[in-house]
């Protein structure tokens, strides 16, 4: 089956910072229905897919959902009057270190090992089910974790205790006994 289109307004374009220090731009779109999700993001891979797909803030694109999955921009449909390039920062938006571009590389990279940014979503990458596969870790956790100067490394998840995860926003005894059950099956 061909993947499902539509046409929607990209908003804005912002960066991420991935685990590996990878920045990757990101397009946030006017939401719109694709193959019965809803849509309002999606990824720009790198700044030369930007250049290659002549993108702009504010242009309407054109979307599909590649094997009704993964959304994509498929191409800029109409340049709009009020359209703003986009530029890569020249820093890492967390950490505000200089980002590096390796020979031959089209992506840039967060060389800081100390990101916040960088270690938030290594312990999500870590905790995930293709990894470690440990339950009730998510966003909100891990952000209240590094935010609290509560974790520095992955290995640090071994070190947490109930009573410090239950002083935590949304967090229960119950739910930090289960985290750390959890955790404690992953050894």
Do not use: W
């Not at 374009?13 to 779109?29: E, F, H, K, W, Y």
């Not at 193959?35 to 030369?48: D, K």
């Amino acid at each position: 089956f061909a993947a499902e289109q539509a046409i929607t307004v990209v908003e804005a374009i912002d960066v991420q910072v991935g685990r590996t220090g990878a920045v990757t731009p990101r397009a946030r779109l006017k939401p719109v229905v694709v193959g019965g999700a809803r849509i309002s993001r999606t990824t720009l891979h790198n700044e030369h897919e930007i250049a290659r797909l002549g993108l702009h803030i504010e242009d309407s694109v054109l979307i599909e959902r590649s094997g009704d999955v993964i959304p994509k921009i498929v191409r800029v449909v109409k340049k709009s009057k009020n359209r703003r390039a986009f530029r890569m920062p020249l820093c890492c938006p967390v950490c505000n270190t200089t980002l590096v571009r390796e020979d031959g590389e089209v992506i840039r990279r967060c060389v800081n090992a100390n990101c916040p940014a960088r270690l938030k979503e290594s312990i999500l990458h870590f905790s995930s089910r293709r990894a470690m596969n440990i339950t009730g870790i998510g966003d909100a956790l891990v952000d209240q974790l590094v935010e609290k100067n509560l974790i520095h490394s992955v290995a640090d998840l071994y070190t947490l205790q109930a009573s410090t995860l239950a002083k935590l926003g949304k967090m229960g005894p119950k739910s930090a006994t289960n985290i750390l059950e959890s955790i404690s099956r992953s050894r």
